[in-house]
Protein backbone atom coordinates (compact mmCIF):
# COMPACT_ATOMS: atom_id res chain seq x y z
CA UNK A 1 0.00 0.00 0.00
CA UNK A 2 1.47 3.15 -1.10
CA UNK A 3 0.63 6.67 0.54
CA UNK A 4 0.09 9.96 -0.92
CA UNK A 5 -0.21 13.06 0.57
CA UNK A 6 -2.32 15.15 -1.86
CA UNK A 7 -3.52 18.77 -0.62
CA UNK A 8 -5.86 20.96 -1.27
CA UNK A 9 -8.30 17.84 -1.86
CA UNK A 10 -11.24 19.26 -0.64
CA UNK A 11 -11.16 21.75 -3.44
CA UNK A 12 -12.55 21.70 -7.21
CA UNK A 13 -10.02 19.77 -8.51
CA UNK A 14 -9.03 18.02 -5.76
CA UNK A 15 -11.99 16.77 -4.42
CA UNK A 16 -12.53 15.42 -8.01
CA UNK A 17 -9.67 13.75 -7.80
CA UNK A 18 -9.58 11.84 -4.31
CA UNK A 19 -12.53 9.84 -5.03
CA UNK A 20 -11.47 9.12 -8.94
CA UNK A 21 -7.94 8.10 -7.77
CA UNK A 22 -8.99 6.23 -5.11
CA UNK A 23 -11.82 3.82 -7.64
CA UNK A 24 -8.56 3.65 -10.17
CA UNK A 25 -5.96 2.27 -7.54
CA UNK A 26 -7.30 0.37 -4.80
CA UNK A 27 -3.51 -0.39 -3.73
CA UNK A 28 -3.30 3.87 -2.99
CA UNK A 29 -3.83 5.12 0.80
CA UNK A 30 -4.48 8.94 -0.12
CA UNK A 31 -4.14 11.62 3.04
CA UNK A 32 -5.66 15.10 1.96
CA UNK A 33 -4.55 18.16 3.38
CA UNK A 34 -6.67 20.93 3.41
CA UNK A 35 -7.26 24.42 5.24
CA UNK A 36 -10.99 24.75 4.47
CA UNK A 37 -10.49 28.48 3.55
CA UNK A 38 -13.67 29.69 1.69
CA UNK A 39 -13.04 27.29 -1.32
CA UNK A 40 -12.78 24.25 0.24
CA UNK A 41 -15.40 22.31 1.34
CA UNK A 42 -15.74 18.61 2.61
CA UNK A 43 -19.43 18.16 1.29
CA UNK A 44 -17.78 17.56 -2.14
CA UNK A 45 -16.25 14.34 -0.84
CA UNK A 46 -18.92 12.49 0.63
CA UNK A 47 -18.68 9.58 -1.41
CA UNK A 48 -15.19 9.02 0.29
CA UNK A 49 -15.97 9.82 3.48
CA UNK A 50 -16.30 6.07 4.51
CA UNK A 51 -13.86 4.58 2.42
CA UNK A 52 -10.84 3.33 5.03
CA UNK A 53 -8.03 4.55 2.32
CA UNK A 54 -8.69 8.03 2.89
CA UNK A 55 -8.07 10.22 5.56
CA UNK A 56 -8.70 13.81 6.49
CA UNK A 57 -6.17 16.34 8.00
CA UNK A 58 -7.49 19.90 8.47
CA UNK A 59 -3.95 22.49 8.13
CA UNK A 60 -2.27 24.47 6.15
CA UNK A 61 0.84 23.77 3.90
CA UNK A 62 2.47 26.48 5.47
CA UNK A 63 3.10 24.88 8.76
CA UNK A 64 6.39 23.06 8.50
CA UNK A 65 5.75 21.69 11.69
CA UNK A 66 2.57 20.07 10.76
CA UNK A 67 3.86 18.76 7.20
CA UNK A 68 7.35 17.18 8.99
CA UNK A 69 5.09 15.61 11.30
CA UNK A 70 2.54 13.96 9.07
CA UNK A 71 5.62 12.59 6.64
CA UNK A 72 6.73 10.73 9.72
CA UNK A 73 3.49 9.46 10.36
CA UNK A 74 2.61 8.59 7.22
CA UNK A 75 5.68 8.20 4.95
CA UNK A 76 3.97 9.22 1.93
CA UNK A 77 5.67 8.14 -1.32
CA UNK A 78 4.00 10.93 -3.05
CA UNK A 79 2.92 14.16 -3.18
CA UNK A 80 0.12 15.32 -5.64
CA UNK A 81 -0.08 19.26 -4.77
CA UNK A 82 -3.21 21.18 -5.52
CA UNK A 83 -3.22 23.38 -2.51
CA UNK A 84 -3.59 26.93 -4.13
CA UNK A 85 -5.36 30.14 -3.81
CA UNK A 86 -6.30 30.57 -7.55
CA UNK A 87 -9.35 33.46 -7.92
CA UNK A 88 -7.64 36.33 -10.10
CA UNK A 89 -10.10 39.12 -8.80
CA UNK A 90 -8.84 37.98 -4.89
CA UNK A 91 -5.43 37.88 -5.87
CA UNK A 92 -5.75 41.88 -7.26
CA UNK A 93 -7.27 42.65 -3.69
CA UNK A 94 -5.49 40.79 -1.73
CA UNK A 95 -2.26 39.61 -3.54
CA UNK A 96 -0.27 38.82 0.09
CA UNK A 97 -2.61 35.27 0.59
CA UNK A 98 -1.09 33.90 -2.67
CA UNK A 99 2.39 34.81 -1.89
CA UNK A 100 2.06 33.17 1.34
CA UNK A 101 0.32 29.45 -0.21
CA UNK A 102 1.29 29.53 -3.39
CA UNK A 103 5.11 29.89 -3.53
CA UNK A 104 5.94 29.31 -0.02
CA UNK A 105 3.38 26.46 0.59
CA UNK A 106 5.08 24.96 -2.35
CA UNK A 107 8.78 25.32 -0.96
CA UNK A 108 7.42 24.17 2.43
CA UNK A 109 5.99 20.75 1.20
CA UNK A 110 8.75 20.49 -1.40
CA UNK A 111 11.55 20.56 1.11
CA UNK A 112 10.43 18.53 3.48
CA UNK A 113 9.47 16.21 0.96
CA UNK A 114 12.98 16.34 -0.26
CA UNK A 115 14.50 15.90 3.32
CA UNK A 116 12.06 13.05 4.50
CA UNK A 117 12.87 10.68 1.21
CA UNK A 118 16.85 11.86 0.31
CA UNK A 119 19.59 11.57 2.37
CA UNK A 120 21.76 13.92 0.27
CA UNK A 121 21.45 16.09 -3.40
CA UNK A 122 20.59 12.92 -6.11
CA UNK A 123 20.84 10.27 -3.11
CA UNK A 124 17.26 8.36 -2.94
CA UNK A 125 17.01 6.56 0.71
CA UNK A 126 16.32 2.97 -0.01
CA UNK A 127 12.17 2.96 1.19
CA UNK A 128 11.49 6.25 -1.35
CA UNK A 129 13.51 5.29 -4.29
CA UNK A 130 9.95 6.01 -6.42
CA UNK A 131 9.06 9.14 -4.78
CA UNK A 132 7.42 11.56 -6.37
CA UNK A 133 6.10 15.37 -6.19
CA UNK A 134 3.33 15.90 -8.94
CA UNK A 135 2.76 19.85 -8.94
CA UNK A 136 -0.67 21.06 -10.31
CA UNK A 137 -0.22 24.38 -12.34
CA UNK A 138 -2.27 26.32 -14.63
CA UNK A 139 -1.93 28.31 -18.14
CA UNK A 140 -2.02 31.40 -16.86
CA UNK A 141 1.59 30.92 -16.21
CA UNK A 142 2.45 31.38 -20.01
CA UNK A 143 0.80 35.17 -20.17
CA UNK A 144 -1.61 36.11 -23.05
CA UNK A 145 -2.07 35.05 -26.62
CA UNK A 146 -3.16 36.78 -29.26
CA UNK A 147 -5.66 35.49 -31.87
CA UNK A 148 -3.91 32.83 -33.04
CA UNK A 149 -1.66 30.26 -31.67
CA UNK A 150 -1.41 27.97 -28.26
CA UNK A 151 1.10 27.34 -25.22
CA UNK A 152 3.51 24.58 -24.97
CA UNK A 153 5.42 23.14 -22.72
CA UNK A 154 8.53 25.91 -24.39
CA UNK A 155 6.13 29.15 -23.93
CA UNK A 156 7.98 31.69 -22.05
CA UNK A 157 6.78 32.74 -18.94
CA UNK A 158 4.79 35.75 -18.91
CA UNK A 159 2.12 35.87 -15.66
CA UNK A 160 0.26 39.18 -15.79
CA UNK A 161 -1.74 38.46 -12.30
CA UNK A 162 -0.64 38.01 -8.56
CA UNK A 163 -2.03 34.72 -9.21
CA UNK A 164 -0.47 33.71 -12.16
CA UNK A 165 2.92 35.23 -10.85
CA UNK A 166 2.44 32.96 -8.02
CA UNK A 167 2.04 30.16 -9.55
CA UNK A 168 4.85 30.25 -11.95
CA UNK A 169 6.81 30.98 -8.71
CA UNK A 170 6.47 27.54 -7.57
CA UNK A 171 6.81 26.09 -10.92
CA UNK A 172 10.25 27.22 -11.12
CA UNK A 173 10.77 26.61 -7.39
CA UNK A 174 9.62 22.42 -8.46
CA UNK A 175 11.91 22.92 -11.40
CA UNK A 176 14.70 23.99 -9.48
CA UNK A 177 14.12 21.04 -6.76
CA UNK A 178 14.54 18.93 -9.28
CA UNK A 179 17.62 20.47 -11.62
CA UNK A 180 19.54 21.21 -7.81
CA UNK A 181 18.69 18.14 -5.80
CA UNK A 182 17.41 15.83 -8.45
CA UNK A 183 13.94 15.53 -6.60
CA UNK A 184 11.80 13.15 -8.78
CA UNK A 185 9.14 16.32 -10.06
CA UNK A 186 6.40 16.25 -12.36
CA UNK A 187 4.69 19.26 -13.14
CA UNK A 188 0.92 19.70 -14.75
CA UNK A 189 -0.80 23.10 -16.29
CA UNK A 190 -4.20 23.31 -17.17
CA UNK A 191 -6.45 24.99 -19.14
CA UNK A 192 -9.35 26.30 -17.65
CA UNK A 193 -11.26 23.60 -15.56
CA UNK A 194 -15.33 22.86 -15.39
CA UNK A 195 -17.33 20.91 -14.06
CA UNK A 196 -19.49 19.88 -10.67
CA UNK A 197 -17.91 20.81 -7.29
CA UNK A 198 -16.33 24.25 -8.51
CA UNK A 199 -16.74 27.46 -5.85
CA UNK A 200 -19.39 29.39 -6.82
CA UNK A 201 -17.04 32.73 -7.31
CA UNK A 202 -16.06 30.95 -10.67
CA UNK A 203 -17.29 32.41 -13.97
CA UNK A 204 -19.41 28.77 -15.09
CA UNK A 205 -21.41 28.62 -11.52
CA UNK A 206 -21.56 32.09 -11.26
CA UNK A 207 -23.71 32.05 -14.75
CA UNK A 208 -26.12 29.21 -13.36
CA UNK A 209 -26.39 30.83 -10.18
CA UNK A 210 -27.30 34.46 -11.20
CA UNK A 211 -29.64 32.20 -14.25
CA UNK A 212 -31.29 30.86 -12.10
CA UNK A 213 -32.04 33.16 -9.32
CA UNK A 214 -33.17 35.72 -12.14
CA UNK A 215 -30.14 38.37 -11.23
CA UNK A 216 -28.23 39.70 -13.79
CA UNK A 217 -25.53 37.53 -15.38
CA UNK A 218 -22.17 39.49 -14.92
CA UNK A 219 -19.54 39.13 -17.73
CA UNK A 220 -16.74 41.49 -17.92
CA UNK A 221 -15.66 44.11 -20.55
CA UNK A 222 -16.89 43.37 -23.56
CA UNK A 223 -17.12 39.07 -23.50
CA UNK A 224 -14.64 38.28 -25.90
CA UNK A 225 -12.06 37.41 -23.92
CA UNK A 226 -11.50 33.66 -25.04
CA UNK A 227 -10.70 30.30 -22.59
CA UNK A 228 -9.82 27.01 -23.31
CA UNK A 229 -12.79 24.59 -21.26
CA UNK A 230 -11.31 21.46 -19.94
CA UNK A 231 -13.57 18.98 -18.33
CA UNK A 232 -12.55 18.73 -15.13
CA UNK A 233 -12.78 14.74 -15.30
CA UNK A 234 -10.39 14.66 -17.93
CA UNK A 235 -7.75 16.92 -16.25
CA UNK A 236 -8.08 13.82 -13.78
CA UNK A 237 -7.29 11.19 -16.05
CA UNK A 238 -4.11 13.31 -17.52
CA UNK A 239 -3.17 13.68 -13.60
CA UNK A 240 -3.00 10.42 -13.18
CA UNK A 241 -1.05 9.57 -16.51
CA UNK A 242 1.72 12.12 -15.49
CA UNK A 243 1.78 11.06 -12.16
CA UNK A 244 2.30 7.55 -13.25
CA UNK A 245 4.32 7.37 -16.13
CA UNK A 246 5.54 11.18 -16.66
CA UNK A 247 8.86 11.73 -17.03
CA UNK A 248 10.73 13.10 -14.30
CA UNK A 249 11.76 16.68 -14.37
CA UNK A 250 8.97 17.31 -17.21
CA UNK A 251 6.25 19.59 -17.37
CA UNK A 252 2.74 18.24 -19.44
CA UNK A 253 0.48 20.58 -20.71
CA UNK A 254 -3.32 19.51 -20.21
CA UNK A 255 -6.33 21.04 -22.34
CA UNK A 256 -9.58 20.74 -23.70
CA UNK A 257 -9.61 22.38 -27.62
CA UNK A 258 -12.76 24.14 -26.57
CA UNK A 259 -12.39 27.15 -27.17
CA UNK A 260 -15.05 29.53 -26.37
CA UNK A 261 -15.08 33.49 -25.29
CA UNK A 262 -16.86 34.33 -22.09
CA UNK A 263 -20.08 35.69 -23.70
CA UNK A 264 -20.59 32.63 -25.45
CA UNK A 265 -20.57 30.54 -22.27
CA UNK A 266 -23.24 32.65 -20.90
CA UNK A 267 -25.44 32.16 -24.23
CA UNK A 268 -24.63 28.61 -24.22
CA UNK A 269 -25.69 28.14 -20.58
CA UNK A 270 -28.96 30.28 -20.87
CA UNK A 271 -30.36 28.06 -24.07
CA UNK A 272 -29.64 25.24 -22.24
CA UNK A 273 -30.94 26.71 -18.97
CA UNK A 274 -33.83 27.95 -21.55
CA UNK A 275 -34.64 23.82 -22.63
CA UNK A 276 -34.44 22.24 -18.81
CA UNK A 277 -36.34 24.57 -17.08
CA UNK A 278 -38.25 27.25 -19.51
CA UNK A 279 -39.11 30.47 -18.54
CA UNK A 280 -40.90 33.93 -19.98
CA UNK A 281 -38.03 35.17 -20.81
CA UNK A 282 -34.85 33.69 -22.25
CA UNK A 283 -32.02 33.72 -19.24
CA UNK A 284 -29.95 35.79 -21.70
CA UNK A 285 -31.83 38.87 -21.46
CA UNK A 286 -29.96 39.03 -17.56
CA UNK A 287 -25.97 39.01 -19.43
CA UNK A 288 -25.22 42.34 -17.80
CA UNK A 289 -21.19 43.54 -18.97
CA UNK A 290 -19.90 45.39 -16.20
CA UNK A 291 -16.39 46.74 -16.01
CA UNK A 292 -13.00 44.39 -16.97
CA UNK A 293 -10.67 42.91 -14.79
CA UNK A 294 -7.33 44.94 -14.30
CA UNK A 295 -4.98 43.06 -16.30
CA UNK A 296 -7.67 40.39 -17.81
CA UNK A 297 -5.65 38.25 -20.21
CA UNK A 298 -7.46 38.00 -23.94
CA UNK A 299 -6.85 34.83 -24.63
CA UNK A 300 -5.41 30.79 -23.07
CA UNK A 301 -5.38 27.88 -25.73
CA UNK A 302 -3.20 25.10 -24.93
CA UNK A 303 -1.74 22.67 -27.09
CA UNK A 304 -1.96 18.95 -25.70
CA UNK A 305 0.47 17.47 -27.84
CA UNK A 306 3.24 16.86 -25.53
CA UNK A 307 0.72 14.04 -23.21
CA UNK A 308 -1.39 13.21 -26.22
CA UNK A 309 1.56 11.61 -27.80
CA UNK A 310 4.02 10.33 -24.88
CA UNK A 311 1.23 9.18 -22.48
CA UNK A 312 -2.10 8.38 -24.81
CA UNK A 313 -3.91 10.71 -23.15
CA UNK A 314 -7.18 12.61 -24.84
CA UNK A 315 -10.12 14.62 -23.74
CA UNK A 316 -13.20 12.07 -23.51
CA UNK A 317 -16.13 14.71 -23.18
CA UNK A 318 -17.43 16.75 -25.40
CA UNK A 319 -17.98 20.33 -24.36
CA UNK A 320 -21.92 19.96 -25.33
CA UNK A 321 -22.38 16.84 -23.03
CA UNK A 322 -19.78 18.56 -20.58
CA UNK A 323 -21.83 21.54 -19.98
CA UNK A 324 -24.96 19.69 -19.90
CA UNK A 325 -23.66 17.57 -16.96
CA UNK A 326 -22.14 20.91 -15.53
CA UNK A 327 -25.42 22.93 -15.23
CA UNK A 328 -27.69 19.73 -14.14
CA UNK A 329 -25.28 19.91 -11.21
CA UNK A 330 -25.12 22.95 -9.85
CA UNK A 331 -29.46 22.96 -10.49
CA UNK A 332 -29.93 20.23 -7.74
CA UNK A 333 -26.84 22.14 -5.70
CA UNK A 334 -28.92 25.52 -6.12
CA UNK A 335 -32.32 24.22 -5.65
Known amino acids: MHTVLITGGAGFIGSNFIPFILEKQKDLSVVNLDLLTYAGNLENLKEVEGNSNYTFVRGDICDRKLVESLFKQYHFTSVIHFAAESHVDNSINNPDSFIKTNVFGTFNLLDVAKNHWMDSANNYKNDFINARFHHISTDEVYGSLGETGCFTEKTSYAPNSPYSASKASSDFLVRSYF ?128 IEKELGWQADENFDEGIKKTINWYIKKYN
Open 179 to 306: HTYGLNVVTTNCSNNYGPKQHDEKLIPTIIRKALSGENIPIYGDGKNVRDWLYVIDHCKGIELVFKNGKAGETYNIGGKNEYNNLYIANKICSVLDEIIPKNNSYNNQITFVKDRLGHDFRYAIDATK
